[in-house]
Nanobody, 115 residues
Framework: VRLVESGGGLVQPGGSLRLSCAASGITFSTYAMSWYRQAPGQEHELVATITSVGTNYADSVKGRFNISRDNARNTVYLQMDSLKPENTAVYYC???????????WGQGTQVTVSS
């Protein structure tokens, strides 16, 4: 199983980034897909989740971030708009099996919001 994130980088406050996570080795449509993040010295934080029935977001990103998935491409996306310096973190993709609840993780992609 592989989850490969891409799209991170350096962006100015107010800017946008689109993260992608390509999955292989799983039946993608049977997994809930999430984005987590971890800032230096802080715990992992759930940012957004997408399942077959809908999406959920952390309060801090509602209205600015959008999670979507393309089951044909085995890919989940995180569109991040109006970025703030406090959004700086390593962003991780995860896949959770609907039935077993087992989770897989990607290696993470760094997002830095700074002027």
């Amino acid at each position: 199983v592989r989850l490969v994130e891409s799209g991170g980088g350096l962006v100015q406050p107010g800017g946008s980034l689109r993260l992608s996570c390509a999955a292989s080795g799983i039946t993608f449509s049977t997994y809930a897909m999430s984005w987590y993040r971890q800032a230096p010295g802080q715990e992992h934080e759930l940012v957004a989740t997408i399942t077959s029935v809908g999406t959920n977001y952390a309060d801090s990103v509602k209205g600015r971030f959008n999670i979507s998935r393309d089951n044909a491409r085995n890919t989940v996306y995180l569109q991040m708009d109006s970025l703030k310096p406090e959004n700086t973190a390593v962003y991780y993709c995860s896949a959770r099996d609907y039935i077993t609840k087992y989770m897989y993780w990607g290696q993470g992609t760094q997002v830095t919001v700074s002027s």
